[in-house]
């Protein structure tokens, strides 16, 4: 089972940017889709970003279309997402995950990395 690591995560000003690293280990991403996941302070986990396996095809969240590029290099082993014009609504912690085709949900996942935007 592959593990997965954020980092990348701080502390924005509205309107800036940051950029959230995915490293794995144990397995190549290469046979997963991955997927980006945040919560919010007192809120559900929310889906944000997901890409295929070799990257050719990406979804985004309404909120977030526009503004975050999900992005991986397999030969890497990384997932990253981009993100512009930070809202203060974009505030929580973002978690990696994986999955594979077969399955259904997300089972794979990191501890997360916390992203704080302040107006």
């Known amino acids: 089972q592959v593990q997965l690591l954020e980092s990348g995560g701080g502390v924005v000003q509205a309107g800036g940017s940051l950029r959230l690293s995915c490293a794995a280990s144990?397995?190549?991403?290469?046979?997963?889709?991955m997927a980006w996941f945040r919560q919010a302070p007192r809120k559900e986990r929310e889906f944000v970003a997901t890409?295929?396996?070799?990257?050719?095809?990406?979804s985004y969240a309404d909120s977030v279309k526009g503004r975050f590029t999900i992005s991986r290099d397999n030969a890497k082993n990384t997932v990253d997402l981009q993100m512009n014009t930070l809202k203060p609504e974009d505030t929580a912690v973002y978690y990696c995950?994986?999955?594979?085709?077969?399955?259904?949900?997300?089972?794979?996942w990191g501890q997360g990395t916390q992203v704080t935007v302040s107006s």
């Open positions: 995950t994986a999955r594979r085709i077969t399955d259904t949900q997300f089972v794979i």
């Open positions: 144990g397995r190549t991403l290469g046979s997963y889709v």
């Open positions: 890409i295929t396996q070799s990257g050719g095809s990406t």
